[in-house]
């Protein structure tokens, strides 16, 4: 039954997805300034309701609802331009929030049918670091919840990309003066610096020449009054022993309360592209 309610109430909420475009609820500031970033403290945020002291998004775990909630506020200007999405799953909620706003939506997702050619205004095969579209083609990419697990095998075995390449070959589709959004959780599954919390270590891929006027905004890190969302059971047993990378009171630190992480990235206008295959230490 809880499964059932569930969907009842996402497939509910996506029917007021335009209603609440245009209310502009996010035309406010909902974030405080911090150390450099941007925090999203749950009190400020519009989609908490004071009057229950609960979140207004009706489905999904804590972390889900800031994802949904990062996705309207960083989706929402899209009137005119062309975006493309990385890893949209079965129903992308990106997707819709771009139509509706006037955009134009295409997707690459690395575990559909690779006979299926990803064609401008729909989806197809293709991942972050093979997206097969000319340069200067796309006005945004974005990708939800895809962010860590780029590094990760693909689907038919093949040596995956690294960070920086698949960076590179975002670089090339954006046309210039584009920008790139992308959210991913801290201390839950993915690579082992999004698990361990590494923020630094995830910011410093945007190091460079190629990225300007980079944006991190941490979501569900200033929860109160909402409570604690420790990373699930499910997720501390699916990536223990793969932090391989840090000592033992860093990897223990997946135990900490999970977050959402944005970041947005306005391409540089007119650099030369540089190719690199490693990360950066």
Excluded at 59 to 68: E, I
Excluded at 95 to 115: A, F, M, Q, Y
Excluded at 189 to 206: C, K, P, Q, T
Aim: proline share 8%.
């Amino acid at each position: 039954m809880h499964g059932a309610k569930s969907s009842f109430a996402k497939a509910w909420y996506r029917l007021g997805t335009r209603h609440r475009l245009a209310r502009n609820e996010w035309s406010a500031q909902y974030w405080e300034e911090r150390d450099g970033q941007r925090i999203v403290p749950c009190r400020r945020c519009p989609k908490f309701d004071a009057r229950h002291g609960e979140c207004g998004v009706p489905f999904g775990s804590p972390l889900r609802k800031c994802v949904v909630a990062a996705t309207e506020a960083h989706l929402r200007g899209t009137r005119g331009l062309r975006a493309l999405e990385l890893g949209y799953a079965r129903r992308s909620y990106g997707k819709r929030i771009v139509e509706l706003c006037g955009g134009s939506w295409t997707g690459v997702e690395p575990l559909d049918d690779p006979r299926r050619a990803p064609q401008l205004g729909a989806g197809g095969y293709g991942h972050a670091g093979a997206i097969p579209f000319p340069a200067a083609t796309f006005d945004l990419v974005f990708g939800n919840q895809s962010f860590e697990h780029w590094e990760e095998a693909l689907p038919d075995g093949s040596t995956p990309p690294s960070y920086r390449e698949c960076l590179d070959e975002i670089w090339r589709v954006l046309r210039p003066g584009g920008s790139l959004y992308l959210d991913a959780p801290i201390h839950l599954h993915g690579h082992e610096m999004f698990v361990a919390g590494d923020v630094d270590r995830i910011l410093a891929l945007f190091a460079g020449d190629l990225w300007a006027n980079v944006t991190a905004e941490r979501w569900r890190y200033d929860h109160d009054p909402l409570p604690r969302y420790p990373t699930p059971a499910a997720d501390v047993g699916h990536v223990r022993g793969t932090i391989k990378s840090y000592d033992g009171l860093a990897a223990r630190g997946h135990g900490r309360q999970a977050a959402a992480r944005c970041v947005t990235a306005p391409l540089r206008e007119a650099r030369p592209l540089r190719r690199c295959a490693t990360l950066p230490p």
